[in-house]
C-alpha cells in the first residue's frame, strides 16, 4: 500500500541541539513537503522537492534545512533547534498533475 | 502568497444535524483540497473540487466553489459522531507545486 511514512514518531529535543526528521514514501512521486502544525495555524509549507538532490523553499523555511537524496526519502534538519520549533511536523508526498497528495502521521517534536 | 481562510474556526452541532463551512482564498486556484484531521493523525483528502466544477458531492458530502467570489463551501448532511474532526481547505500555490491550507474549522458532534 503506498504510503508516508515519517520517523519519529515523536521527539525531545534539547535548545541548540541538532535535529533530524525522516520521511520515506512509497508511493513514486516526485513531490514531496514538510510542513508545521501549530495550533491556529492549520499547516504551514517549511520546504519541497520536486526532484532528488533538490530543495526548494516554502513559506517559512528559517532555522530549517532539507535534503532529498532519493525519490523516496526527505529530511528535515534543525541545526540550532530553538524553543519556537516545538510543533507538529507532517510530511507529505504529492502527484500535482493530479492533485494527488498523502500525508504521514506527523512527528511531534518539543524543543525544550 | 495564496492562502484559504476558514470562517468560524470552531463548530459544535448534535448528531443529525447539518453543518456547512466556508473557506475564501485570495488568489486564483484550479482546485480546492478538503482535508479532514483525526486526533492524532496527518490530514486526509475528503473531497477535491476542480475550478469547472460548481459543486462535488461524495456520501453525505458537498462542496461548493464560486470562482467569481474566490470561496469554497463543504456541508456534511446528517452529522455522526465519526465526523468530529478538525477540517481544513487548501488551495495551490507556489505555481501550483505546492498546497496552502487554511487555518481548519473544528467540528464536534455530540449524540
Known amino acids: 500500500e503506498a504510503a508516508v511514512t515519517q520517523s519519529p514518531r515523536s521527539k525531545v529535543a534539547v535548545t541548540g541541539g541538532k535535529v533530524t526528521l525522516s520521511c520515506h514514501q512509497t508511493?513514486?512521486?516526485?513531490?514531496m513537503y514538510w510542513y508545521r502544525q501549530d495550533t491556529g495555524h492549520g499547516l504551514r509549507l517549511i520546504h519541497y522537492?520536486?526532484?532528488?538532490?533538490?530543495?526548494e523553499k516554502g513559506d517559512i523555511p528559517d532555522g530549517y534545512k532539507a535534503s532529498r537524496p532519493s525519490q523516496e526519502n526527505f529530511s528535515l534538519i534543525l541545526e540550532l533547534a530553538s524553543l519556537s520549533q516545538t510543533a507538529v511536523y507532517f510530511c507529505a508526498s504529492s502527484d500535482v498533475a493530479n492533485s494527488d497528495y498523502t500525508f504521514g502521521s506527523g512527528t511531534r517534536l518539543l524543543v525544550i | 502568497s495564496q492562502w484559504g481562510e476558514e470562517n468560524l474556526q470552531a463548530l459544535s452541532i448534535q448528531e443529525g444535524e447539518d453543518v456547512t463551512m466556508n473557506c475564501s482564498y485570495k488568489t486564483y486556484t484550479t482546485v480546492v483540497h478538503w482535508y479532514r484531521q483525526d486526533s492524532g493523525r496527518g490530514p486526509a483528502l475528503i473531497i477535491l473540487?476542480?475550478?469547472?466544477?460548481r459543486e462535488k458531492r461524495s456520501g453525505r458530502l458537498r462542496a461548493t466553489l464560486d470562482t467569481s467570489s474566490q470561496s469554497s463551501s463543504l456541508s456534511i448532511t446528517a452529522a455522526q459522531c465519526e465526523d468530529t474532526a478538525v477540517y481544513f481547505c487548501a488551495t495551490d500555490d507556489q505555481g501550483g507545486r505546492a498546497l496552502i491550507f487554511g487555518t481548519g474549522t473544528t467540528v464536534s458532534v455530540s449524540p
Open positions: 473540487i476542480r475550478s469547472n466544477e
Open positions: 508511493n513514486n512521486h516526485d513531490y
Open positions: 522537492s520536486y526532484v532528488a538532490d533538490s530543495t
